[in-house]
């Protein structure tokens, strides 16, 4: 399965920004799909995950109520709907895809990758 992300951008504090990814290969609608992010210097940070069929959906702390993830499996496609974006919002974003196992915060679950979106917040 090949991933690319796409949405990135340069924004404010307080806007909007809606990432996307693109799936190609495998059946997207198998596989339960995640974002992830890393600012410069930091370690990985799990960001939100969503099933397969996309009626369950999961997230950090740190994007709870501000952040949505979903997906159009009709279009093999997931997005990320980010509101209210902070400067610690910034960094790159990669979408991830795998089956479904536990816990699903850990990068090492996901066995797709796709290249990153950077996300730049300015206050």
């Known amino acids: 399965v090949q991933l690319q992300a796409s949405g990135g951008g340069l924004v404010q504090a307080g806007d909007s920004l809606r990432l996307s990814c693109a799936a190609f290969?495998?059946?997207?609608?198998?596989?339960?799909m995640a974002w992830f992010r890393q600012a410069p210097g930091a370690e990985r940070e799990y960001v939100a995950a969503?099933?397969?069929?996309?009626?369950?959906?999961y997230y950090g702390d740190s994007v709870k109520g501000r952040f949505t993830i979903s997906r159009d499996n009709a279009k093999n496609t997931l997005y990320l709907q980010m509101n209210s974006l902070k400067p610690e919002d910034m960094g790159v974003y990669s979408c991830?895809?795998?089956?479904?196992?536990?816990?699903?915060?850990?990068?090492?679950?996901?066995?797709?990758w796709g290249r990153g979106t950077l996300v730049t917040v300015s206050s």
């Open positions: 991830a895809g795998g089956s479904d196992r536990w816990p699903l915060s850990l990068a090492r679950r996901y066995d797709y």
């Open positions: 290969g495998r059946a997207f609608s198998n596989l339960r």
């Open positions: 969503i099933r397969g069929s996309g009626d369950t959906t």
